[in-house]
């Protein structure tokens, strides 16, 4: 008997046959009939609870959702919404928007945040600055906004910004998805203060957030690259039968089980609450970032000159995997958290802290 989350995976799948992955242009930045589908059958809401709007179920179920779109190269902000902008807000004991509106996470720039004195009481802030690297900026509806605390405060400002009169910048990522900066200008907002573990919290799940694309992505890639080699035909026999493609072909499988297994791990262990989530989701986007690089480029490779033109299915993914690779903190950034992590445990405890991560 097939299980709630996997009525809920064919449910994605089946929507996804009616939109397939195209070139995203500065006309066509989102595929807004896709998302009107999936907000349509409640799944831009999954993983939320349902008195404060969402649509209920797990988190594993809002995992399950995103892996099938990044796998589909699904062009909406689900992603953001589901693993990160929303749940944020809801921990914050903030309002969620409607989930049949876009809603993204910013926690790049330079946005301070200061209590708003214009009377209507506390939980409001005035946000000050630049928001960088924005997902879906120009296209989100809200914005949930991590900004640098008042001063005197440890921690940051989470606040819910309406970007619907804001003007967005026409900044790409190199599959095309926008990125763009929002300028902030004294803009009044709900918001909630977080403390330090709070804020980093945020940007782990942001982190996790791109690795569980990436893991999902690069299985695609390889099952595509693993038929493409058993299909195409070279001197008489498939890619497949070729000793030196089944070493790459392995290669592959190896750098994507090793991905998907860290991953996992980190999922497990958001879901269970645990106070190492952020080390895990810094495991996962390391591991995450270096696949993407032999990955992409062995697929590539087997496929040759067809995998490097637009008409071929390729590109859709390892240009976003390119992507999501170098967005929510780098390899070096995560590898250093977590050596500070392991640093700090001392000599005693570096294996207990080591295997806690894994």
């Known amino acids: 008997m097939a299980s709630d989350q996997d009525l809920v995976v064919e449910t994605v799948r089946e929507i996804l046959t009616g939109h397939e992955p195209f070139v995203l242009t500065?006309?066509?930045?989102?595929?807004?009939?896709?998302?009107?589908?999936l907000a349509e059958a409640g799944l831009t809401g999954v993983g939320l609870p349902e008195e404060a709007g969402g649509s209920g179920g797990e988190l594993a179920d809002a995992v399950a959702i995103v892996r099938?779109?990044?796998?589909?190269?699904a062009?909406?902000?689900?992603?953001e919404q589901l693993l990160v902008a929303g749940p944020a807000l809801v921990a914050a004991d903030l309002d969620l928007p409607s989930p049949e509106e876009p809603l993204t996470v910013a926690v790049d720039g330079t946005v301070s945040a200061e209590p708003s004195d214009d009377g209507d009481g506390p939980g409001r802030f005035v946000l000050t600055g630049t928001a960088t690297d924005v997902p879906w900026a120009g296209v989100a509806k809200h914005v949930a906004v991590l900004a640098a605390a008042p001063p005197g405060i440890e921690g940051a400002v989470l606040a819910v910004v309406d970007v619907s009169g804001l003007a967005a910048s026409s900044a790409v990522n190199l599959a095309g998805e926008p990125r763009g900066s929002l300028v902030l200008d004294g803009v009044g907002v709900p918001g909630a203060l977080l403390t330090p573990a709070q804020a980093a919290h945020v940007r782990a799940r942001y982190a996790l957030t791109r690795a569980v694309q990436i893991s999902a992505a690069l299985e695609q890639?390889?099952?595509?690259?693993?038929?493409?080699?058993?299909?195409?035909?070279?001197?008489?026999?498939?890619?497949?039968k070729f000793q030196a493609i089944q070493m790459e072909l392995a290669q592959m499988a190896g750098e994507v089980t090793s991905t998907t297994a860290l991953v996992d791990a980190a999922v497990q262990a958001l879901g269970r609450g645990e106070a190492t989530v952020a080390l895990a989701a810094a495991a996962a986007k390391v591991r995450a970032g270096e696949a993407v690089e032999r990955v992409a480029k062995l697929a590539h490779q087997v496929h040759g000159a067809i995998g490097f033109t637009?008409?071929?299915?390729?590109?859709?993914?390892?240009?976003?995997?390119?992507?999501?690779?170098?967005e929510a903190g780098t390899e070096l950034a995560w590898s250093r958290l977590l050596g500070e992590a392991l640093v700090a445990a001392g000599p005693d405890d570096v294996w207990p802290a080591v295997t806690a991560v894994v």
């Open 68 to 73: 099938t779109l990044a796998s589909g190269a």
């Open 26 to 37: 500065a006309e066509r930045p989102w595929d807004e009939g896709l998302w009107s589908a």
């Open 310 to 326: 637009q008409e071929y299915r390729l590109h859709h993914l390892t240009r976003r995997c390119w992507s999501w690779r170098d």
């Open 221 to 240: 890639v390889l099952a595509w690259t693993v038929q493409y080699a058993g299909e195409r035909q070279q001197f008489g026999r498939p890619l497949g």
């Open 75 to 79: 062009a909406v902000p689900v992603a």
